[in-house]
């Protein structure tokens, strides 16, 4: 046990090192192009990077991008379905059938597909398989690969010890069923809703931890996209309303203990507030998932260009004082990011729990 525990140590100090080491070394590359044309843009880089795209950039060598082609697909209603790869586009500077990837600060398409018709530029249909939607694709079967080798062993090892990723992965099943599920809901509902909570959970901890790997398959800012963060909310949501009992519903329309005046027409305030907290709840859960991660995203790349701005002020100097001082602060805020990736995972679940358990609650 405790030799395990020494190589994982070991092991997460290599993935902060070499992370740290790979990133420096990627920004250092871009920003020896970026600086024959124009100053560092620390807002355009980071958004770049936080943001999705329709290619999977791996790093650059010598000036020459590297980038891991993904499928495009759109519709148009004027020229049909097109099915083509993003490396068409050469990075955002061609286009192909009319089809690019749109530019510019101001345009509101700007990093969206769009077809020139007439000069002028039309969002078709877009179901691309773009950088999130890839790293969606790997995380899922991460998951399945995961759990279904757990369960495979379960049952080959019926009544033995846990082993391997059985024993890391034990320790997690059990504290959403017991710390989480059970706590929240009770003996009698618990293992109702248990399979969804450990679904949201691990999906949410493993992508969360995907997005701290900068080097492919990780690096993707998937839950730090609001769309993903909508969809878990949702689903939440969906669940919560559906087995929310007739209590529930009275508490809400017509709440005990509260002044008629304050809940009957002409201005019903308390079922107002009620209902809008309905759908306050999941967009809570949304907004913390998605605002949490991305800062943190944020600020770990806020550090990297740092370097870059201390270099252009005070020449090379600057620079390399500036990257010992990014660099350490950029292991510590990934160190903490670990941490985050946890709790996060941790919160959303909880709160999806106790959701549920405001709905079925029965009446006193």
């Known amino acids: 046990m405790l030799k395990f525990k020494v190589f994982k140590v070991i092991l997460l100090s290599f993935i902060l090192v070499f992370s740290g080491n790979y990133m420096f070394s990627q920004h250092s590359e871009e920003h020896q192009v970026e600086k024959h044309s124009k100053k560092f843009n620390p807002g355009e880089m980071i958004m770049a990077h936080v943001g999705d795209e329709y290619g999977w950039h791996i790093t650059?060598?010598?000036?020459?991008?590297?980038?891991?082609p993904l499928p495009v697909i759109v519709y148009s209603e004027y020229s049909g379905f097109h099915i083509f790869m993003s490396s068409k586009f050469n990075h955002g500077h061609s286009s192909y059938k009319n089809f690019k990837i749109a530019s510019g600060k101001k345009n509101p398409l700007n990093g969206k597909i769009v077809e020139i018709i007439n000069g002028k530029e039309i969002k078709p249909y877009d179901i691309s398989i773009t950088k999130n939607t890839l790293s969606l694709f790997i995380s899922i079967f991460i998951i399945l690969w995961i759990f279904l080798s757990v369960a495979k062993a379960y049952t080959k090892r019926k009544g033995k010890a846990p082993k391997g990723i059985q024993s890391?992965?034990?320790?997690?099943i059990l504290f959403v069923r017991d710390d989480i599920a059970k706590e929240s809901l009770g003996e009698k509902k618990y293992m109702k809703y248990t399979p969804y909570l450990l679904t949201i959970f691990?999906?949410?901890f493993l992508n969360n931890l995907l997005g701290l790997v900068p080097i492919f398959p990780g690096g993707?800012?998937?839950?730090?996209n609001i769309a993903i963060t909508m969809v878990l909310a949702l689903f939440t949501f969906i669940i919560t309303t559906i087995n929310a009992n007739k209590s529930y519903w009275k508490h809400i329309i017509w709440a005990p203990g509260v002044p008629w005046w304050l809940k009957a027409p002409p201005l019903p305030i308390m079922p107002l507030v009620e209902i809008l907290?309905?759908?306050i709840k999941p967009f809570v859960l949304m907004v913390r998932l998605f605002a949490n991660?991305?800062?943190?995203h944020i600020v770990a790349l806020g550090f990297f260009s740092l370097i870059f701005l201390f270099g252009e002020m005070g020449g090379a100097p600057a620079g390399y004082g500036g990257a010992v001082f990014s660099v350490a602060f950029t292991i510590f805020l990934t160190m903490l990011e670990l941490l985050v990736a946890f709790i996060q995972a941790y919160v959303f679940t909880l709160l999806s729990a106790l959701y549920f358990a405001m709905a079925t609650e029965e009446s006193h």
């Open 220 to 224: 993707a800012n998937l839950t730090g």
């Open 202 to 204: 691990f999906f949410i």
């Open 168 to 172: 890391f992965l034990e320790p997690l």
């Open 277 to 279: 907290g309905i759908f």
């Open 60 to 68: 650059t060598i010598n000036e020459k991008h590297i980038t891991i």
């Open 293 to 296: 991660i991305t800062a943190g």
